[in-house]
């Protein structure tokens, strides 16, 4: 269970043909069958009235190698005229279930759609659709990313800190 562990997911969502994208470190299962997640997201992001309008939206669990994309795309506003993704170069396909995109490199992705939700809270109740595991995964294979604020860690122990990643950057 990929979301029990509260991962930092990269949850995608589509208007039009531009893709948005955002880290959440607020994730938690609530249900096994069907799956159900539940997940916070601010009003001040881009991604939160595409995800109300939408009411769909793939939750991407991505490996410690993506954190200065991660860090990037938590960074920077999409203001609706450019594709978020394409911005960083960031490879992706068409979920299967909705009207998102998954992005290749994630070892795990669930598809899913808006149940309920809490504005007032930016809570959203989510029920996966359709889930995406890498054919290769391992839990000795594959770790995932957490969030303290400015640094992102590894459960293998590796650590990003918010200063490490600017510098790292050309």
Known sequence: ???????????TARRGTLNYA?????????DYDPPRVAMTLGAWNATYPVLLESSECVLN???????????????????????????????????DSVNAAVLEGAFA?????????D?????????????????DWSAERY????????????????RFARADLLSEKA
């Not at 269970?1 to 949850?11: N, R, T």
């Not at 504005?119 to 054919?135: H, N, Q, R, T, V």
């Open 109 to 117: 992705a669930l598809e899913c759609r808006v149940v309920k939700k």
């Open 119 to 135: 504005e007032s809270l930016g809570l959203f109740i989510l029920k996966g659709l359709c889930f995406w595991l890498a054919e």
């Open 143 to 158: 770790h995932v990313l957490h969030s303290l604020g400015d640094v992102l860690y590894s459960d293998d122990g590796r």
């Open 61 to 95: 669990v991505v490996p410690p190698e993506f954190a200065r994309e991660v860090f990037e795309l938590g960074s920077t506003h999409c203001d609706g005229k450019a594709d978020k993704l394409a911005r960083f170069g960031l490879a992706w396909q068409n979920a």
């Open 22 to 30: 955002m880290p959440v470190a607020w994730v938690m299962g609530s």
């Open 1 to 11: 269970d990929f979301l029990g562990q509260c991962p930092l997911v990269v949850v």
